[in-house]
């Protein structure tokens, strides 16, 4: 146990090492900067930008600084920062640096912003796809061949293939425009959510829905859910109690890439639904070539998904103990 | 047969070898094509994806308008169903730089139908351009970006994951733990990081080495999508690493290139075809998702995540243009929900476990 933790953090931390690595350097030999705009500057002012973000150090200088933990700012490593400087710094402190592009921000701040506000959405779309995809896909597993069955493996179909913003619009011109019931876009309340939420989750949804029906198809026919029956328990409790642990195995590995999808996905959502968080800001810093912000984020996402990966990882071994960690 | 008994004499031969004729061997391919067929939606959809791709590939063929002139005088026009207006006369052969076997098929077209076009059967878009010809130009933007990520991801998934089954071992147990590594990053993320950067030198990469953002766009979709594959043949490759015919290839003296590509990869074909056809309506959706974040396909050419931007940018309260979004989404919606049912159906027409059964 401690020795498959100890595996998977070592890995972690040389994916993210790699991440971060090659996106700096990528960063920082790309020609041009975020700063360099139609009108030449002054070269004092020009010097004094340089100074502001390091710019003018040896890249290698700015790695380390980048990375940290040590802050480099100013008077070399200072263990003790007497004078506001803080003696540590750099992503490894989690500090990703000042945004090249809001100047009066870091990356960090903008991210404190507007990360709850994506992980509201986020939260929303799993719950959207989790209820939905559960329900529907038992549904079907249980009135398997009738049409029912056949209409909602249809809709899953669809729903795997129609993107997610063809969702929104859809959703938007019936919800929005044809029966006023919700707001178009923005974000305020719960109520700006409900649609973004579902248009994120739709997809994964369908998916979830498909799952669910295969494996509860599988268990429902195997021996221990005909004792169950035969020695009398409701079909309800044969159901909920015997057949769903098993049943929903494959949705629990699932829900690993289902988390990357929707933060992936809440990239368009958020743009559509001029929801101001972290995704949208993402976008918009890799258009204004805000490198720090993009980068930050990027590294955020990339933490997130890998520590959600893990804990799905092992909530799965507590629903199938015939599953150990460690064998890979 | 037991009442005459064996004599194992000409006779028992001519009577064997006669019902060997009967019974014909199958072939994999025929057999696979055979349950295809008899799986109806998805037979209809392989027609449907070959009329579509026809369709896509004639595109400058059919008097449609052209997919770019302008109109800006008015606003976007319902559609009009053909037999109310069938077609008017006022084609402007404008189009992008088109290759040469296009610019054959624009002049056979003004050959044919001189300055006639159709009319505006699915409406107009908020510029004045026919959506019918939009989506049609579209598909073929989408249809080649799809293709060419596919086959980017095809050839290094295959290779890469051929080269690790069979090689086995520490290579094998070090190759595959890249894949996991680049499993658990968010790849768009890396990827909208990697456009930008390359954006940064567009001009050069297109005046030095004719490369243009199309061809890095199909490169960095490609590199993406290879990693499913490469799992997938691996295992069939480790699984088919010892048998006999490999090891008779081997004590030949074949390669190792000729043991991976004339020997084991033939044998993996039928599952990289499933993963293919499954593979392409996700790079199809990943093109739309990053030319709607706007790093995608550009004007003037369109494809379709560029209609779908187009569309969602019209939703306002005041007039809803729904053509602008329901026929790209159908369109979309439609090629990919075909392409599904295809990767589905064929997955169990080449399933080895069903061969014989139906």
Redesign the interface.
């Known amino acids: 146990m401690t020795r498959f933790l100890l595996r998977r953090l070592l890995?972690?931390a040389?994916?993210l090492w790699?991440?971060v690595t090659v996106?700096f350097f990528?960063?920082r030999a790309?020609?041009?900067g975020p700063f360099d705009g139609e009108r030449a500057l002054h070269e004092s002012i020009e010097r004094n930008i340089q100074a502001r973000y390091h710019l003018d150090w040896h890249p290698f200088k700015q790695y380390l600084h980048y990375v940290g933990p040590l802050n480099l700012d100013q008077h070399g490593p200072r263990f003790l920062g007497g004078d506001g400087t803080r003696p540590f710094g750099g992503v490894l402190a989690g500090d990703f640096g000042p945004s090249f592009k809001y100047r009066d921000f870091t990356v960090n701040d903008i991210i404190a912003q507007s990360l709850p506000i994506s992980v509201g959405l986020g939260v929303i779309a799993m719950m959207w796809a989790l209820t939905l995809g559960l329900s529907v896909g038992m549904a079907s597993a249980l009135r398997r061949g009738t049409r029912a069955d056949v209409a909602f493996r249809l809709l899953a179909?669809?729903g795997?293939?129609?993107?997610n913003?063809?969702i929104?619009?859809?959703l938007?011109?019936l919800f929005?425009?044809l029966v006023p019931l919700l707001p178009?876009a923005g974000y305020g309340s719960w109520r700006h959510l409900v649609l973004p939420g579902f248009a994120l989750g739709g997809p994964f949804a369908a998916y979830i829905a498909r799952l669910t029906r295969t494996g509860m198809l599988e268990v429902l026919s195997q021996d221990y859910i005909r004792t169950a029956r035969a020695k009398g328990l409701p079909a309800r409790l044969v159901l909920l109690r015997h057949a769903l642990k098993g049943g929903v195995l494959p949705v629990v590995s699932y829900l690993g890439p289902a988390t990357?999808g929707i933060?992936?996905g809440s990239?368009?959502i958020e743009?559509?639904f001029a929801i101001p968080g972290t995704g949208s800001h993402?976008?918009n810093s890799?258009?204004n070539?805000d490198y720090t912000l993009?980068?930050g984020?990027?590294i955020l996402?990339?933490v997130l998904?890998?520590a959600l990966?893990a804990l799905v990882d092992f909530a799965y071994t507590l629903l199938d103990p015939r599953i150990e960690l460690g064998e890979s | 047969m037991a009442k005459e008994g064996w004599d194992l004499g000409r006779r028992d031969y001519e009577r064997l070898l006669s019902e060997s004729l009967v019974h014909k061997g199958e072939s994999l391919w025929r057999d696979a094509a055979r349950r295809l067929r008899r799986n109806r939606a998805a037979w209809w959809s392989f027609l449907f994806l070959c009329a579509f791709g026809l369709t896509a590939l004639l595109a400058p063929l059919f008097p449609l308008p052209s997919p770019v002139t302008l109109d800006l005088s008015i606003e976007p026009q319902p559609p009009v169903p053909p037999w109310v207006e069938l077609g008017t006369h006022g084609f402007q052969p404008d189009y992008w730089e088109l290759s040469g076997v296009d610019e054959a098929l624009v002049s056979a077209r003004r050959a044919v139908f001189g300055t006639w076009q159709t009319g505006p059967w699915l409406g107009t878009d908020g510029k004045g351009r026919d959506l019918l010809s939009r989506i049609v130009w579209g598909s073929r933007t989408s249809i080649l970006v799809a293709l060419a990520a596919a086959v980017c991801s095809l050839l290094i998934g295959v290779t890469y994951g051929a080269l690790s089954g069979y090689l086995g071992g520490r290579v094998d147990n070090l190759m595959m733990r890249v894949v996991d590594i680049l499993y658990s990053i968010p790849f768009i993320f890396v990827v909208i990081f990697l456009i930008t950067i390359v954006n940064e030198y567009r001009t050069e990469l297109e005046d030095r080495f004719g490369i243009d953002r199309e061809v890095v766009f199909f490169v960095v979709i490609g590199a993406i999508y290879w990693l499913t594959m490469a799992r997938v043949v691996r295992g069939q490759v480790l699984a088919l690493r010892n048998t006999e015919f490999i090891e008779a290839a081997r004590v030949l003296g074949a390669s190792t290139a000729r043991v991976l590509f004339v020997h084991l990869v033939p044998n993996v074909l039928s599952v990289v075809i499933v993963y293919l056809t499954l593979t392409i309506p996700a790079v199809m959706l990943f093109e739309a998702f990053l030319t709607f974040l706007g790093l995608g396909i550009e004007p003037p050419k369109v494809s379709w995540g560029l209609l779908a931007v187009d569309g969602s940018e019209m939703i306002n309260p005041v007039r809803i243009y729904w053509w602008l979004v329901l026929f790209p989404s159908l369109a979309m919606a439609s090629t990919l929900l075909a392409l599904n049912v295809l990767g589905d159906g064929l997955r169990d027409a080449l399933d080895p476990k069903l061969r014989g059964k139906d």
């Not at chain 1, 795997?160 to 993107?163: D, S």
Request: charged share 5%; glycine share 4%; with cysteine.
């Open positions: 890995w972690f040389i994916t790699v991440v996106s990528l960063m790309v020609r041009g179909t669809t795997i293939a129609v993107p913003f063809v929104a619009g859809c938007v011109i929005v425009f178009v990357a933060l992936t990239l368009v743009r559509i993402f976008v890799a258009l070539r993009a980068m984020v990027t996402y990339t998904v890998y990966n």
